[in-house]
Nanobody, 123 residues
Framework: QVQLIESGGGLVQPGGSLRVSCAAS???????MGWFRQTPGQEREFVAA???????TLYLDSVKGRFTLSRDNANTLYLQMNSLKPEDTAVYYC??????????????????WGQGTQVTVSS
């Protein structure tokens, strides 16, 4: 069983920055991991993903150049969010799958999910 523990969400003004983190536990194995976000009444939206090796990253077009995804060798996933906009407001979820090698934009390809962390961008 893999558990994902998120932290770092909060309230930030437009143009500000936040870094959210997700720590995977339950195994020493590295996982392909990603971030998704969801607002009330909306479908869950892909944000960013990284391959098992870290060689490949994928980003939602609207966050390219503003968000940076990284992962350390202990399977802690980081999403650095800069130049935040009100439309970035959402609950952000991290996801992982030990069998997934490639970075994936598809939520159903991930088996394990974090509890979500609220990111609010408002003045």
């Amino acid at each position: 069983q893999v558990q994902l523990i998120e932290s770092g969400g909060g309230l930030v003004q437009p143009g500000g920055s936040l870094r959210v983190s997700c720590a995977a536990s339950g195994s020493f194995r590295r996982y392909a991991m990603g971030w998704f976000r969801q607002t009330p009444g909306q479908e869950r939206e892909f944000v960013a993903a990284i391959s098992w090796s870290g060689d490949t990253t994928l980003y939602l077009d609207s966050v390219k150049g503003r968000f940076t995804l990284s992962r350390d060798n202990a399977n802690t996933l980081y999403l650095q969010m800069n130049s935040l906009k009100p439309e970035d407001t959402a609950v952000y979820y991290c996801a992982a799958d030990p069998s997934l090698v490639a970075a994936s934009r598809t939520d159903y390809e991930y088996e394990y999910w974090g509890q979500g962390t609220q990111v609010t961008v408002s003045s």
